[in-house]
């Protein structure tokens, strides 16, 4: 099965914080017949992390570091599409939601037909909408 993981998942991975990912969640990603995807919004944020000192692993001097890691993961980077950015016209916003970067990945995900798994609470409010969240309980 393919997922998209969200930055704070990436974030935990990168970070080497294993004990913040729960054990459901750490099967999914075990389990080598299932493939990851990763937003193009996901990268932008997680450059902005890198270029704010927020990644903890002192492994990634450069960004280019970053994307050799994701690279031998094998997690595959997808650019957002005219298909996503309609969706995200249209998709109806929770109220005390206000990231556009979460709007955009949730829209991508939602539009794309794949579920996406995070830790983020905020998410579950767009299960209605069609959002399939894979919830990381910490």
């Known amino acids: 099965m393919r997922y998209y993981l969200d930055t704070n998942i990436l974030v935990f991975i990168l970070s080497n914080q294993k004990d913040e990912?729960?054990?459901d969640v750490t099967t999914l990603l075990d389990d080598y017949s299932n493939s990851f995807l990763v937003s193009s919004v996901v990268i932008q944020e997680l450059l902005q992390l890198?270029?704010?000192g927020k990644l903890?692993?002192?492994d990634y001097y450069?960004?280019?570091d970053i994307f050799f890691v994701l690279d031998e993961s094998g997690y595959e980077v997808v650019s957002i599409s005219k298909k996503n950015f309609l969706h995200y016209a249209k998709m109806d916003t929770?109220?005390?939601h206000n990231d556009p970067n979460d709007?955009?990945?949730i829209s991508q995900a939602i539009s794309d037909?794949?579920?996406i798994i995070s830790s983020d609470r905020k998410?579950?409010?767009y299960e209605s909408q069609g959002l399939q969240l894979v919830f990381n309980k910490r």
């Open 21 to 23: 990912i729960d054990r």
């Open 50 to 52: 890198y270029k704010r």
């Open 56 to 58: 903890k692993k002192p």
């Open 62 to 64: 450069t960004p280019e």
């Open 94 to 96: 929770a109220d005390d």
């Open 103 to 105: 709007h955009m990945i």
């Open 113 to 115: 037909r794949i579920p």
């Open 123 to 125: 998410f579950k409010l």
